[in-house]
RNA sequence: GGCGACGUGGCCAAGUGGUAAGGCAGAGGUUUGCAAAACCUUCAUCACCGGUUCGACUCCGGUCGUCGCCUCCA
């Protein structure tokens, strides 16, 4: 894995922690529609905990709620709305979206309205520690006389302290000792809680500390969040952590993940944007998990059209693949990979397999390996991606060869498993009989109702008509059926075992 | 001004001190009544300039360019 604070890549997770890793992913300020750029950090934990555990690992993560925060009061001001109110409906949204998006939940939720008085205890630990100061009812980080002891303020973001005073543009304060500092607790009369110093609420960074401290322990494996994050925000959790345990050792390894990017642009939820479940009318859900793991997470990405038709067009190739294995095999198709690989990697059954089998036999043993050594290499989605289309070329071959022997079919068939079995990990190319469900996920999110018309026994009696049709060597006749089973949402391939109909997404 | 990331074929995108995965698009071909699907073949010397090295796209320095953060933006 790659850290942050080094810039280099580590060992992960550390032999020692086995079996047990903890990471915490700053979450989301619940004032508004998630948008794409708000689902990368999720989907890319959701495959990363999946990965885990698929080697062995078990997995604690966390991911917070932001319900207190100016922008939520602000929001709330504008549309006349009670600010809780207003989080809890957004936090509620945001929650249906990872369901459509077809992420499992984090083992915990944690709201920073519910951990008010663990703040305020929080805040008096640093205090007592004398890294922080009361002024007017706010309560701010002493960062000049913390980094004069520990000497690692900045140490995340690569920040010197000394200039950032001169060239910093953060706005002077009266009640700030210094420029630098930052409140933990914020006097707020209207909209704040009882405290030791009035009424008030919690800063923006104090909560990641209390939380993830709080329930993964005073040292855990992973923080992460996006690259804006850098600083201040992680810069100051790593300052207060510090300041409150005493000791150097919040997080083991920094985590960052690039932007989304729309036009040029970043997206945000304050410049031009779009929710993400506007996208689930145009793209399913797949298209949208495999778009954001089409590059590696600390690379920046572009959101286009252009972009996700491409991803849906290669995902195709995978769904033809699978189209044709299920047809092929039927019923006889194996379930078990193990089964397969133990039958098929025999020494007496490679004897018999053609040169051409045994060549893509080789290929599909060697996948899982290569696909978790991809991953394992600083998380390379990509890389772990185009592992899969390597095999489907090969199997494919395999599977339209007009003389496909049963090992031959069986090969494919252990394709077809290893596709799952790595799309399993990447939630990602699950076959028909799941897609119906995340459809339906999809549609409860908009409000739509799953209303799935039965076109295809019409199809089917379309098709019927069109063979007579070509039998007759009526071609244009048996041409104007076909595009009508096109227009009932069905392609027509004509295999040698006659016509098939293939459901278009 | 400070900090950071990046610049790989028409587009997107991995990767590596020893002559560049994968996807999309293009061209040609096999198959097909046609089409669809599939397969085969074909398409780059890695921004530029220096340096280190037997050898660099990969390491170092510089130049140009793009983007982000320094504003409670994921």
Redesign the pocket.
Known sequence: MHNTVT?KLHEFPPPSKHPEVTIYL????TY?YA????M??PILFDVFRKFLVEIGYRVKFITNFTDV???VIQRAKETDADYSQLARKFTREYLLDLTALGIEHADLYPKVSYHIQDIIDYVKVIIDNGYAYESNGNIYFDVPKFHADKGTYGKL????ID??VT????EADENKHDQLDF?LW?ADSENGWESPWGKGRP??HIECSLMSTKYLGTSFDIHS?????????HENEVAQAEAHSGTGTFAQVWMH?????WK????????ESFAVRDLFEKYDVETIRQFIL???Y?????FSD??M???K??R??ID??F??VRRQLGESIEESRHNLINKLGNPHEKKNMSDAELKVFSEVESFAEKFLD?LC??F?T??A??????I???A??LI?APDLSDTGREIANLAYLEILWAGSILGLFNDERDELMQITAANKVLGIGGIVSDSKGEAEKLLEE?QKL?GEKK??E??AV?DKIIELGF?????PDG?VL?PVE
């Not at 700053?26 to 300020?29: A, F």
């Not at 993940?257 to 990017?261: G, I, L, M, Q, R």
């Open positions: 810039k700053c979450g989301l300020t508004d948008h794409l750029g708000n990368r950090g925060d100016d922008k973001s690569r920040r010197n200039e950032m060239e910093c543009r953060i409140a914020k800063g923006w969040g996006a690259i804006d994050l850098k600083f201040p925000h993940y690039e932007f989304v990017n040029g642009g970043k997206l945000a939820k304050s410049g089409s590059a590696k600390r690379s920046p990405i572009d252009e972009r038709e491409e991803v067009k290669s195709a190739r033809n693949f189209f044709e991809d290499d600083d390379n990509q890389g991606l185009s592992r899969v289309f390597e489907v070329n090969p494919n071959t339209n069109r070509k071609y244009k048996a041409d076909r392609e027509v391939r004509d295999t016509p293939k």
